[in-house]
């Protein structure tokens, strides 16, 4: 079977755990690293928690690199109110056993895509896109030979959950999206508007619950923390599983239905910064480089995390 090489830059985060702990048990990927950012907590914490999740995994194979503290241009925001003070909701951190490796993140991904065929690397990004951003800066050439850059992101129809029509992700570096969509990147946008759709209900975590692995048990930890926190703060007794989306895609794309768009990014208003502003309509946008996610089979998905995980 041929693997699919895939680099994931992340900042964990309970669904980016759930994303990574995806990732680790699918066969079907070559795993060439994790790449760390600044977002839903700092990204010391993040690094931490990816090497956490590695080590439960069993996959120090694979490794992790840190990238950029802050964003482009703005203050670090986090998201602690929804992921724990430390990034892994209920999990009690520790110091892994095997550490970060050496050099910055954007040159890792620069390094390990230049040295693959062209489009032979895909690129999960689950967090903020600052990483990718630095990389292709340094490295123009970077948007032709990377393959799908599959990223959790953005709000359309949904409306935000940062502000009223921002996610998180986008809202915490607008630049840093608005540069990578700017460029030649294949991306593939999965915002708000499918991830939505896919939900860790009582009979879904109970399953993962079921199997009894440390993988399965770290996964649904985290989705347990999730539905706590969104009942408090959403009223929502289903929380939305957003990070692991981009993944399950690119393991069965058919979960998902895309439709051709261009993206663009508000950077200019405080009032409604990091909206993502998706057009469909080729006769008003001429050109249509982007793909947006309309929908998903959230049994699906689901299936897959209790696949990799058992």
Same mark, same amino acid.
């Not at 991306?187 to 692995?213: K, M, N, P, S, Y």
């Not at 208003?269 to 001429?286: I, K, N, Y």
């Given at each position: ?45 993040? #690094?931490?928690?990816? =090497?956490?999740?590695?080590?439960? /995994?069993? $996959? ?5 690199? !840190? &990238?950029?503290? @802050? ?61 990718? #951003?630095?990389?292709? =800066?340094?490295?123009?050439?970077? /948007?032709? $030979? ?5 990223? !959790? &992101?953005?709000? @359309? ?61 770290? #996964? ?10 969104? $009942? ?79």
């Amino acid at each position: 079977m041929t693997r699919q090489a895939l680099i994931i830059d992340c900042d964990p985060g309970v669904d980016d755990a759930v994303a990574l702990l995806l990732a680790f048990g699918s066969e079907a990927f070559e795993l060439l690293a994790i790449t760390a950012v600044g977002g839903n907590v700092p990204v010391v914490k993040t #690094a931490r928690n990816a =090497r956490i999740l590695r080590q439960i /995994a069993g $996959r120090e194979d694979v490794p992790v690199f !840190m &990238g950029a503290d @802050r964003p482009l241009r703005r203050e670090p925001a986090g998201a602690g109110e929804f992921h724990g003070a430390e990034g892994l909701g209920d999990l009690t951190p520790f110091e892994p056993h095997a550490p970060c490796a050496e050099g910055h993140a954007a040159d890792a991904i620069i390094d390990l895509v230049m040295a693959r065929p062209a489009k032979s690397v895909a690129l999960a990004v689950l967090g903020p896109l600052t990483n990718l #951003a630095l990389a292709l =800066r340094k490295e123009p050439a970077l /948007a032709e $030979r990377l393959g799908p850059v599959a990223i !959790m &992101g953005g709000a @359309r129809a949904e409306g935000g959950n940062i502000t009223a029509s921002a996610e998180f992700n986008i809202w915490a570096d607008p630049e840093a999206a608005a540069e990578v969509l700017a460029t030649g990147c294949d991306v593939v946008l999965f915002g708000l508007d499918a991830t939505h759709q896919v939900r860790a209900t009582e009979a879904r975590i109970a399953a993962l619950e079921a199997v009894g692995t440390p993988m399965a048990d770290a #996964a649904a930890s985290m989705m347990r923390f999730s539905q706590r926190v969104e $009942r408090k703060i959403v009223g929502w007794d289903a929380p939305p599983v957003h990070d692991p989306c981009p993944v399950a895609w690119l393991l069965k794309p058919g979960l998902f239905g895309l439709k051709p768009c261009r993206i663009a990014v508000e950077t200019g208003s405080e009032l409604t910064r990091g909206h993502t502003a998706v057009e469909f309509r080729e006769g008003v946008a001429g050109a249509l480089p982007h793909r947006w996610a309309t929908s998903a089979d959230a049994d699906g998905v689901f299936a897959l995390i209790a696949a990799a995980v058992r």
